[in-house]
C-alpha cells in the first residue's frame, strides 16, 4: 500500500443517509438479490470515509453536492467537487476524506446485495 493509503483509519465524522432503494430482480433478468441503491454521505471536515475498502461487486458513481472530497487510490490523491466525482468499479480500493473547512456532501448511487 502506498503512503496515503497508510494513512487511513476508520470513518470518522460521517453520516450516511439512505435515500432510496429498487429492488432489481423484478427489473433486470439475471439480478435477483441486488439493488440499485441511492445514499447521501455527509463527510464533515477533517472526516475520514475509510478504513481502505474495495468496490468488488458493488459497482458505483459518486456526485458531490457541496464541498469537496479527497479520493486517495493507488497512492494517489485527488480532489473532487462539487460535480461529478468517481467512478468506484472491481478495480476500486481508496479511501476518502474531506480536508476542506465545510462540510462536503455526496450523493452515491450503487448496486449491492440485498440485506
Do not use: C
Amino acid at each position: 500500500m502506498g503512503e496515503e493509503q497508510e494513512h487511513a483509519h476508520g470513518a470518522r465524522g460521517v453520516a450516511v443517509e439512505l435515500l432510496a432503494t429498487v429492488d432489481l430482480g423484478p427489473e433486470i433478468e439475471g439480478l435477483e438479490g441486488y439493488q440499485l441503491r441511492m445514499r447521501r454521505v455527509t463527510i464533515e471536515p477533517g472526516g475520514v470515509f475509510g478504513p481502505v475498502h474495495d468496490h468488488r461487486g458493488r459497482p458505483g458513481t459518486v456526485f458531490v453536492l457541496q464541498g469537496t472530497i479527497t479520493d486517495h487510490r493507488d497512492g494517489a490523491s485527488t480532489e473532487y467537487g462539487p460535480g461529478p466525482g468517481w467512478p468506484e468499479d472491481r478495480e476500486t480500493t481508496h479511501w476518502l476524506e474531506n480536508r476542506g473547512a465545510v462540510a462536503a456532501v455526496e450523493v452515491s448511487v450503487d448496486i449491492v446485495r440485498k440485506e
